[in-house]
């Protein structure tokens, strides 16, 4: 036991090593910034608590500047407030107000001050660590003075107050002591140590009255009866201060004074929990913990590291609900770490005893199997960038999937049972007769089965011994119910280069169990016949023939079945095409033939996923038909058309001269599909792309034409060319997409996703009318990129829904706060554009009312805009779709209106409220009276329909006067204001830059 631990010593080596980089990460003072990190996350998941209901401020805010119309304020001015609060006389007063200048009015001040017997002032130090304190005059007369210092953290909060600085007390200490001395004992804290504040809840919540208020008489003086009255500026701008509750504005300081005497008189201030006994027993748990869970299944070592890290975050959470502070990142950081390289050094390890194995076993079949096809290709499916020994896995699996698919046809199509034992009589192999002439399993022993069902057992020994001698033995003949059934016997020894996993090599019996009933019955009838050979000679041939007859049709059958078999495996059975395999083989012929010249076109149908989804499979299904009839219009019978996969399909046209014959067959293609296809009475449009590859003599497989013919295929589904000859640097313009799609999945989590603001002008008046929210990529390393460049991207992969839904919240958000900052006009609007996608997910109406819910936008500030293709798929959904749009409050639109083909059929049928004119009409109004009659129509036709026209890529003073002359309203573009980030948007419209 003893040696065995020592052993494995090892095994501590993981929690080592995460200990070790933890006193790292808490030298260079990581740990330190992640703590402060944490801080306002605390009292976030805790929320608020109610505020002492003892402690009232007296705000001087912006109300009160404006109203008094100076700052400072006069001292008399404070004066006549104690005057007015001696009334009903507060508990304690508390000046958060540095009084350092003297003033005429200072005598007065003090006399107010002395009256009322329980005034604490405040002291503090300037930016240049000078001591601020009131004039001598005001000191005298104030019960005590208090300090206002405040540290704040890294993460711009105050975590610890000091109550004691330079021999003084802090300012909320005092009024807790002046409180102690007029009504209840306050117990205060040792003033040697910092006192953690415990933030109760937002300074909104705690209560506070306007200073002007109470002066002039607006607040009675008996609200403030008994009460410690902080008075303080809260105006904004001034001595801010934010708070884990007020971040965005913040609170002021005297909010921090409030929160310590909170703490003070509810004895709720934060007690930490932290000393050297919690270092000393994380870093040594670490390498004990590694030890235990070094060897455990993968499931159970995440569940455990996972489990305890959830559990100190829950509990540390429990405990600062009872106000400890309990430090969250020295354990959660060793736990995680000593979880990362647990699981990555078991990882390793398994790899390097899997490299072993897999080294033992490649070396066993590389030389030992010798009827089996290993060539690399076999393996072309594999990349090579995931190294040999997942090629080799793939080699030995192709060689064991080849045996084992020769194996079962071989086995499962004869017609005679086979079994095969071991010397323990146990089965280790047999057919699907064997299990139903015998009613036995593989694993089952022979026992009752076959020994003594079929055999007696002193036979089944005797027939054992004979074989293992090298003898033969003779075949068995045993009836069953109305069929015969004979036995043969082999003998044969297992692998003569066993497998480096088989221990034990062995001999084995091969059972051959075949219905003879046929024969048998035959035999009998030929007895029969010669019995009465004489008498039924015509009879006797008759029946022979009638046996001849059946012998004939079942080789009929069987060669009519073998002829289907044949077809199944080379035909689509969908479009009754010739497949993929049949393809493979053809092209391989072809490229056989160094004198071939040939060309491979690879077709992807552009439309048909939406049609599919939309329709449904049945369909679908017609439109592949009705697709493959049509392209084999355009080849000649000698060319060869097959079902690639799904929507592609893959031409090889065997006579071909030059690259244009290929593209001239793609051009026939092409027009084939610019007409619709008719299915279930409805017309469907369906594009396609198609990549174009010649034969070369660089071509060693028939799998490298198709891989580039597929590449050239999606570089002309992404430029739209509809047909695209291929070019060796398609495989890094291919590479470099992959990359983008790869960058373009985590750009949301890395926050690389920023959303810019055009604004959109009334065009007579110059002002603002509304906004529209354009997305855009802040990528690291490519810098921004334009949404033409990877929302195509983002809708291919499915990601455009959760970034459109994303675009969408932070728009929302962005106006709901410009109405509140920027004071914006009642009608000015917020225009956001959903994609096909997005509008046909069926989420929508629920995805957009809870965005409107948690940025609480009112939904007649939204308005959407929406392409002509996303209602050509289902134009009653669509319907529906906008009337609950507008049930809601918000205003719809035709985003690029005049691009497609549908507008004017289904444009009556929708309640639309904007057409937006796509740039492409506005720029061209001044290349002839045609292009501007064509926009004039456009705002003809939105009048008819009491609809609003917006002119959008304006981008001169011409096009401004004659949208003018039209009586175009709204309009947007270059002319006015490029897409801007909000925080431009914010400070040109503040300061009228737009106007």
Not at 88 to 106: K, L, M, Q, T, Y
Not at 747 to 774: C, D
Not at 821 to 844: C, H, I, R, T, W
Not at 874 to 899: M, N, P
């Amino acid at each position: 036991m003893i040696s065995r631990f020592f052993k494995d010593q090892w095994r501590f080596l993981p929690g080592a090593l995460a200990s070790l980089i933890t006193l790292i990460l808490n030298q260079t003072g990581a740990l330190a910034d992640l703590e402060n990190a944490s801080y306002r996350w605390l009292f976030r998941v805790r929320g608020e608590k109610a505020w002492d209901d003892r402690i009232v401020l007296l705000t001087i805010d912006d109300a009160t500047l404006t109203e008094l119309g100076q700052f400072p304020l006069p001292r008399g001015t404070y004066a006549r407030l104690l005057e007015r609060m001696a009334v009903s006389p507060p508990a304690g007063i508390g000046f958060n107000i540095f009084f350092v200048e003297p003033s005429a009015e200072d005598a007065a001040f003090a006399r107010e001050i002395a009256e009322a017997g329980n005034v604490v002032l405040s002291s503090g130090v300037d930016e240049d660590s000078h001591l601020l304190t009131s004039t001598q005059s005001l000191q005298s007369a104030a019960i005590a003075t208090g300090h206002v210092l405040k540290q704040v953290e890294s993460d711009g909060l105050v975590h610890t107050v000091r109550l004691q600085a330079a021999d003084e007390p802090a300012f909320a200490v005092v009024l807790a002591e002046v409180f102690s001395l007029t009504h209840t004992l306050v117990e205060l804290p040792s003033l040697d140590r910092p006192l953690w504040v415990n933030w109760p809840g937002s300074a909104e919540n705690l209560p506070h009255y306007s200073f002007s208020d109470v002066l002039l008489g607006r607040i009675s003086p008996s609200l403030l009866e008994d009460k410690l009255v902080l008075v303080g500026m809260t105006a904004t701008g001034v001595d801010a201060l934010p708070t884990p509750y007020d971040d965005n504005p913040p609170a002021s300081g005297i909010v921090l004074q409030a929160a310590v005497l909170d703490n003070l008189l509810q004895q709720r201030s934060l007690r930490p929990i932290a000393g050297p006994w919690l270092w000393i027993l994380t870093l040594i748990a670490m390498p004990g913990v590694s030890y235990c869970f070094v060897r455990r299944p993968l499931l159970w070592q995440l569940l455990f590291f996972l489990g305890a890290w959830l559990g100190w975050l829950v509990f540390s959470v429990l405990l600062f609900q009872q106000n400890y502070l309990l430090p969250r990142s020295l354990p959660l950081v060793s736990l995680g770490l000593t979880g990362v390289t647990t699981i990555v050094g078991q990882q390793i390890r398994e790899s390097v005893a899997l490299d072993r194995l897999l080294e033992s076993l490649w070396q066993h079949y590389r030389y030992s199997t010798t009827h089996l096809s290993i060539e690399p290709t076999m393996t072309s499916l594999i990349s090579k960038d995931l190294g040999d020994e997942v090629r080799k896995l793939a080699l030995m699996a192709n060689m064991l999937s080849r045996a084992q698919a020769t194996q079962s046809a071989i086995a499962q199509t004869i017609p005679i049972a086979m079994l095969t034992v071991d010397s323990d009589d146990r089965v280790c192999f047999c057919n699907s007769l064997a299990e139903q002439y015998l009613n036995i399993k593989l694993g089952q022993t022979l026992t009752p089965a076959i020994v003594p069902e079929w055999l007696e057992t002193d036979t089944w020994q005797r027939i054992t011994k004979t074989l293992s001698q090298g003898q033969t033995v003779a075949a068995v003949e045993r009836k069953r119910d109305s069929k015969w059934f004979e036995m043969r016997f082999e003998i044969f020894k297992g692998a003569t280069q066993p497998s480096p996993l088989l221990q034990d090599n062995g001999q084995f019996i091969l059972i051959l169990v075949e219905d003879i009933t046929h024969r048998k019955a035959t035999e009998l009838k030929l007895r029969l016949l010669n019995q009465y050979l004489e008498e039924e000679v015509r009879q006797r041939t008759q029946e022979l023939e009638v046996a001849n007859f059946s012998l004939l049709q079942e080789t009929a059958e069987r060669r009519q079945v073998q002829k289907k078999l044949t077809d199944q495996a080379f035909r689509d059975e969908l479009t009754g095409l010739p497949n993929r395999t049949y393809l493979k083989t053809k092209l391989s012929e072809m490229m056989a033939n160094p004198q071939a010249s040939f060309a491979v076109l690879f077709i992807g149908c552009d439309r048909f996923k939406l049609i599919n989804d939309s329709f449904g499979h049945i369909v679908g299904d017609e439109l592949l038909r009705a697709i493959s009839q049509r392209l084999s219009r355009c080849i000649k019978a000698a060319d060869l058309i097959a079902r690639f996969s799904g929507d592609e399909f893959t031409i090889l046209l065997t006579e071909i001269k030059d690259a244009q014959s290929a593209v001239r067959v793609s051009q026939r293609i092409h027009r084939q599909f610019h007409h619709p296809f008719r299915i279930a009475d409805q017309e469907f449009y369906s594009s396609c792309s198609i990549g174009i590859v010649l034969s070369n003599s660089d071509y060693q497989q028939a799998t490298d034409i198709l891989r580039d013919a597929d590449i050239a295929m999606y570089c002309a589904k992404r430029n739209g060319a509809g047909y695209t000859l291929f070019k060796p640097e398609m495989h890094l313009a291919i590479r470099s997409s992959l990359q983008l799609e790869t960058d373009l999945h985590q750009s949301l989590s890395r926050g690389e996703l920023v959303v810019y603001y055009q604004p959109i002008f009334n065009i007579k008046t110059k002002q603002i009318a509304g906004f529209e929210a354009l997305v855009r990529w802040q990528h690291p390393i490519a810098g921004l990129i334009r949404p033409d460049e990877f929302i195509p991207l983002a809708e291919e992969t499915g990601l455009i829904i959760k970034i459109g839904q994303w675009v969408l919240k932070e728009a929302c958000s962005q106006m709901y706060q410009w109405q509140q900052q920027l004071q914006l006009p009642a009608d000015v609007f917020m225009s956001v554009n959903l994609s096909v996608q997005q509008f046909n997910e069926p989420n929508l109406l629920k995805r957009i009312d809870a965005v409107l819910q948690e940025t609480r936008l009112e939904s007649q500030y939204l308005k959407l805009e929406i392409t002509e293709s996303a209602i050509l798929a289902d134009s009653d959904l669509a319907v529906q779709t906008f009337q609950s749009l507008k049930e809601r409050g918000i205003s719809l639109g035709i985003d690029d209106f005049g691009t497609g083909y549908s507008s004017l059929t289904y444009l009556h049928r929708f309640p639309v409220d904007v057409l937006k004119i796509d740039r492409s009409f506005i720029q061209r109004m001044a290349e002839g009276q045609k292009h501007l009659s064509l926009v004039q129509s456009i705002k003809t036709l939105a009048d008819h329909f009491d609809m609003d026209m917006i002119a959008e890529g304006i981008e001169t003073e011409v096009q401004i006067e004659s949208l003018k002359l039209m009586g175009c309203v709204l309009g947007q573009g270059y002319f006015f204001s490029p897409p801007v980030d909000g925080e431009t948007i914010a400070t040109k419209y503040s300061r009228c830059q737009f106007h």
